[in-house]
């Protein structure tokens, strides 16, 4: 059977391989079968070999969107200290949102949609609130690697860095650049990061999952819950005794998981990387010869996603141009940032450079179109 190629370029959920798609055809299974639990096993130790050593940390799966991984971790990890949770674009204004929501003692720190993390402010912010009051420090700092807002990579190594010297756990929401980007845990010392099985990995949508520090969720055990299904300990620790998930699992889409990740290994990590800064390139390369700016400056962009400013020429508009791609097997996505008017193009998933040259092919005669209006 062939199946149409359409090509996302929308951050997720990416494009993947037929041989992705296919693995979710497979007998009816019960979840609860010890067949079943040899997958999973499967999938929960080699999401973490990915980024760390099995024997440090461990997987643990959830049914749901990347956000439920995010949702569980904050919902669970934080005892009675103070949570610090990086801003700057709308994946950490949601983190924010949900430590609102659970009633944290959180602490926001705003900084710019498109330039780094000021490190050093970062720091006097975190000094300034374990000298003045002790008994509520800062125990974790929450922060976005790539911030799909925009494209920025923030700097999570730095930021590992003080965590590191104030002896606080980092929380990273790794959504858009885990399996994309090299990454790892304990050199960048992250205790917790959050993703799910439809961005880099190259899965469909349907898992989320936190890669979380033996040693830093053991000690979350003695937390009050502060809700069910997304409770980070009680999912952990059913997973290690049963090697299921406490709840039904999105049984095809771990099954397609399960193949997503043996092609990621065979292709390896730092290859991908490559593969998506080629297209990248290409992509940066064609946009410039359209007179396209782009949002993010070079250095502070992941090359995983570009934030391209909406150009002021009569007879553009998003929606056209969005359906004139559509028609030609693209999918872009609008912009989300406020303060200035975006698209986005995403160049994650299973896409090769050649595509991205037709891309910008058909965005030439888009703009040559209008042009004769
Ligand atoms: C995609 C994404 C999420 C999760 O979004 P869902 O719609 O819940 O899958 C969270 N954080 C970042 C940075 C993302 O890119």
Redesign the pocket.
């Known amino acids: 059977m062939d199946i149409k190629r359409n090509i996302l370029l929308n951050?997720?959920p990416a494009t993947t391989s037929d041989s992705v798609k296919f693995a979710q055809v497979v007998p009816d299974i019960c979840p609860r079968e010890n067949d079943f639990g040899t997958v999973m096993e499967f999938i929960s130790l080699e999401l973490t070999n990915l980024v760390a050593s099995s024997g440090k940390c461990t997987t643990v799966l959830f049914g749901?969107?990347?956000?439920?991984?995010?949702e569980s971790i904050l919902s669970s990890v934080v005892d009675n200290g103070a949570i610090l949770i990086i801003n700057n674009?709308?994946?950490g204004k949601?983190m924010c949102e949900i430590a609102e929501i659970y009633k944290l003692n959180y602490i926001e720190f705003k900084s710019s949609p498109i330039d780094g993390i000021d490190l050093n402010e970062l720091e006097n912010k975190i000094r300034s609130y374990n000298i003045n009051e002790k008994q509520y420090g800062i125990t974790h700092v929450a922060v976005?690697?790539?911030?799909?807002?925009t494209g920025i990579l923030n700097d999570i190594k730095g930021v590992g860095k003080i965590c590191r010297k104030y002896n606080i756990d980092m929380i990273v929401?790794?959504?858009?650049?885990f399996a994309g980007i090299p990454i790892n845990m304990e050199e960048m010392n992250i205790k917790y990061l959050?993703s799910?099985s439809?961005?880099c990995i190259q899965g469909m949508?349907g898992v989320?999952f936190v890669i979380a520090n033996i040693e830093a969720l053991e000690k979350t055990k003695s937390i009050k819950s502060r809700n069910l299904y997304l409770n980070l300990y009680k999912q952990y620790s059913y997973f290690k005794d049963n090697y299921q998930m406490r709840f039904t699992p999105p049984v095809q889409v771990l099954y397609a998981l399960k193949q997503a990740i043996i092609e990621a290994k065979e292709e390896t990590i730092e290859k991908r990387y490559k593969r998506y800064k080629s297209c990248c390139k290409i992509l940066w390369d064609g946009l410039d010869r359209l007179k396209l700016k782009r949002l993010v400056k070079d250095e502070n962009a992941s090359m995983l996603l570009t934030s391209i400013i909406e150009p002021n020429i009569s007879g553009y508009s998003f929606e056209e141009l969005h359906d004139y791609l559509y028609e030609r097997g693209f999918t872009i996505y609008p912009g989300k940032i406020c303060s200035t008017n975006t698209f986005r193009i995403a160049n994650i998933g299973e896409i090769y450079p050649e595509e991205i040259k037709n891309f910008i092919e058909i965005l030439r005669e888009y703009f040559h179109e209008i042009a004769k209006h």
Request: glycine fraction near 14%; hydrophobic fraction near 30%; proline fraction near 3%.
């Open positions: 951050p997720g749901g969107s990347g956000t439920a991984a995010v674009g709308a994946y949601r976005i690697h790539h911030e799909t807002t929401d790794a959504m858009s650049s959050a799910s439809n961005k949508a989320s």
